[in-house]
């Protein structure tokens, strides 16, 4: 896999025309578990087909950034980009920079302007928030994600929209930043209040920093308090306890990216295509019935 470090001081060399093609990746993703499954999913997917993976990471995506990050790869004359979990803004900058060379957006959530492969976040959230009220939760608390003002996110909607048809309390979410520290921090809050059983984090980072704030508060894990996470990491089910949550199936969604993008090559347009891949809910140790 060639990896090109957004910014860098010399242009690369342009691909010479007895090499194999090359597919560009956008790398846009600010969580740096996330980030890894992806682009592993994206390189197996190449493995065994002639293409070569050039990645631009780009840490700040702003319309100057993605326009140089779209001229580097075009200089090492990819076929098509790979987008990896871009915000709502940065896709429609995009489909403005990159009419001309076929694009497909990984792993981000609900838009309209380009052919996108990503796990269906909404379900999987309502699926966790789901699991808790079945085991008799009054209601279920959630840490969200950073999200942009005008979209909360598929996985705040999720849990919203359980809560809602269950006709349970909803009550005011807390926003993270991803980060276990963070979840932490938070945790502390929710470990005061005696009627918080159940906790959705919306990442397993988070969830982590919430199971320490709650150890720390002497609220055991799940008999006081049930914990659920999302994404699946592999360190998750050695978590104490190990960690009830919803898994993405990052090579999966690798596969499907790639195939779409191909085919965009193939016909050489953007075609108005999505494609969604289930979540998986992993019960672990850490929900049990409410106490």
Do not use: C
Not at 24 to 37: E, N, R
């Amino acid at each position: 896999m060639q990896t090109l470090d957004y910014p860098t001081t010399s242009a690369p060399r342009p691909v010479s025309s007895d090499r194999a093609r090359s597919i560009g990746v956008l790398s846009l993703d600010p969580t740096p578990y996330a980030k890894t499954p992806a682009l592993l999913g994206i390189q197996r997917a190449t493995r065994d087909l002639d293409y070569l993976v050039s990645i631009v990471s780009v840490p700040s995506p702003t319309r100057r950034a993605l326009r140089v990050a779209v001229e580097r790869l075009r200089q090492v004359a990819v076929a098509g980009i790979l987008v990896v979990a871009p915000q709502r803004a940065a896709i429609d900058t995009l489909a403005d920079l990159s009419a001309d060379i076929p694009l497909v957006v990984v792993g981000s959530g609900p838009q309209e302007i380009l052919p996108a492969v990503a796990i269906d976040h909404y379900s999987g959230a309502a699926a966790a928030t789901r699991h808790l009220l079945e085991l008799g939760h009054r209601t279920v608390f959630h840490i969200a994600g950073p999200a942009d003002r005008k979209d909360p996110g598929p996985r705040f909607a999720g849990w919203r929209d359980t809560l809602v048809t269950a006709g349970v309390d909803i009550p005011l979410p807390m926003v993270g930043d991803w980060s276990a520290d963070v979840g932490y921090e938070l945790g502390r809050r929710l470990a005061v209040r005696r009627e918080v059983t159940a906790v959705f984090a919306a990442n397993d980072q988070m969830a982590l920093g919430v199971l320490r704030a709650l150890s720390e508060a002497g609220r055991r894990v799940p008999d006081d308090v049930s914990v659920v996470g999302f994404d699946g990491i592999p360190q998750g089910e050695f978590f104490s306890p190990p960690l009830t949550t919803v898994r993405q199936n990052f090579a999966e969604m690798g596969r499907r990216s790639l195939d779409l993008l191909l085919s965009e090559i193939e016909a050489g347009r953007h075609a108005r295509i999505d494609e969604t891949i289930p979540a998986e809910l992993i019960i672990r140790a850490s929900t049990a019935a409410a106490p």
